[in-house]
């Protein structure tokens, strides 16, 4: 039987392997996941398995809370040993992360080929730690699985073998489609904090380039606190995030929570008026939502929801106010859903990697 690793490490990485497991499950070949550890929180990691039916990890590596050079390195060390012992026939990666980039380091230096699925994207912003990840990840991988067109052209700019390009469509789409039903069903977060028919906004900070200057995230949080004297904010927070706040935001109409699941997560991203994050996978989510996102970030890798009005980039973090009250009533224009595929993704990578090895 054929074996592939994967390597996971963080929220974003949990659910889009939770589409690929499935169908190697389905499909009879096996799975090694490695979880670096680089979430250790139960509401950021452990609760991902348990409510997406993921395997549970093979390996648990319990690397966190370091410097990216020190916690990439450790993350390098232990990879390989699990390589090492596991000899599989291919490595699978998943975004930007360094774990990301561990992984892909630690299966090239042993020969092995390497999968990156969300292959292709680009800030161009090389100060970002996630740039520098998925560029050099990209510039490893036997197999690039492109999400978008915009992908596949960011890559054949970088003289890539055309043949290791595979636009295959996004598999974060594929989870939003599976999973929202479940979500219905299981989750009572709406009650759990409170939520009738207030229109909310929904908001998510955590990147390093905004975490990181405490100017930075106190404009981000006396914007938020501002909107929230008229709407609604419901801010479920990072820990790292809440650790670098200078003080307590939280009021009775800015609701901070705990971090929660994804099936928490797609709920509030169906009821809520619109979003407002940092976060990569979020804009798209909100997008397969259909809700208007307002990101606080000078650029983004998906430029493509940015060129056709369904993302609005807040630089500078004044802008926000002025684009809530733009965005407020605008109708969603939901009819150009196939930026990202048509929601089978997962199946398309693993007919590829069936095939390939």
């Known amino acids: 039987m054929k074996?592939?690793?994967?390597?996971?490490?963080?929220?974003?990485?949990f659910i889009k392997a939770a589409t690929l497991s499935r169908v190697f499950h389905e499909r009879d070949l096996?799975?090694?996941?490695?979880?670096?550890?680089?979430?250790?929180?139960?509401?950021?990691?452990?609760?991902?398995?348990?409510q997406m039916a993921i395997p549970k990890p093979n390996y648990a590596l319990s690397i966190n809370s370091k410097h990216h050079g020190d916690m990439t390195g450790k993350m390098l060390e232990g990879i390989e040993k699990v390589l090492l012992d596991e000899k599989p026939n291919a490595v699978l990666v998943y975004?930007?992360?360094?774990?990301?980039?561990?992984?892909?380091?630690?299966?090239?230096?042993?020969?092995?080929?390497?999968?990156?699925?969300?292959?292709?994207?680009?800030?161009?912003?090389?100060?970002?730690?996630?740039?520098?990840?998925?560029?050099?990840?990209?510039?490893?991988?036997?197999?690039?699985?492109?999400?978008?067109?915009?992908?596949?052209?960011?890559?054949?700019?970088?003289?890539?073998?055309?043949?290791?390009?595979?636009?295959?469509?996004?598999?974060?789409?594929?989870?939003?489609?599976?999973?929202?039903?479940?979500?219905?069903q299981q989750s009572d977060v709406l009650k759990r904090i409170g939520i009738n028919s207030e229109p909310f906004i929904l908001a998510t900070i955590h990147r390093a380039e905004n975490t990181n200057s405490q100017e930075k995230l106190r404009a981000i949080f006396s914007q938020l606190e501002i909107l929230a004297k008229e709407k609604l904010v419901i801010l479920p927070l990072h820990p790292r995030t809440?650790?670098?706040?200078?003080?307590?935001?939280?009021t009775d109409q800015f609701k901070i929570i705990d971090p929660i699941g994804y099936f928490d997560m797609i709920l509030l991203q169906k009821h809520c008026k619109l979003i407002i994050t940092d976060s990569g996978g979020v804009q798209k989510e909100a997008f397969f939502n259909n809700k208007f996102c307002i990101t606080v970030?000078?650029?983004?890798?998906?430029?493509?929801?940015?060129?056709?009005?369904?993302?609005?980039?807040?630089?500078?973090?004044?802008?926000?106010?002025?684009?809530?009250?733009?965005?407020?009533d605008r109708e969603f224009d939901s009819k150009k859903n196939n930026l990202y595929g048509i929601g089978k993704s997962a199946e398309k990578i693993v007919d590829i990697l069936e095939k390939n090895i």
């Open 297 to 328: 970030r000078e650029e983004t890798e998906w430029v493509e929801l940015v060129e056709h009005g369904f993302n609005f980039l807040a630089n500078p973090i004044s802008t926000i106010q002025t684009l809530v009250t733009q965005l407020w």
């Open 30 to 50: 096996k799975e090694v996941i490695i979880h670096t550890g680089q979430h250790y929180d139960w509401n950021m990691s452990d609760i991902f398995f348990e």
């Open 3 to 13: 074996k592939i690793v994967t390597i996971l490490g963080a929220r974003p990485q």
């Open 242 to 250: 809440k650790s670098l706040l200078d003080r307590d935001y939280s």
């Open 95 to 184: 975004g930007d992360t360094n774990s990301t980039l561990a992984g892909a380091l630690a299966a090239a230096k042993l020969h092995i080929p390497i999968a990156h699925v969300e292959a292709g994207l680009r800030s161009f912003n090389r100060r970002m730690p996630e740039e520098i990840n998925r560029v050099l990840t990209d510039h490893m991988s036997t197999w690039l699985f492109a999400p978008t067109t915009t992908a596949v052209n960011n890559l054949s700019k970088e003289g890539i073998t055309q043949e290791s390009i595979l636009q295959v469509g996004d598999v974060m789409y594929d989870a939003v489609l599976f999973y929202q039903k479940m979500a219905q």
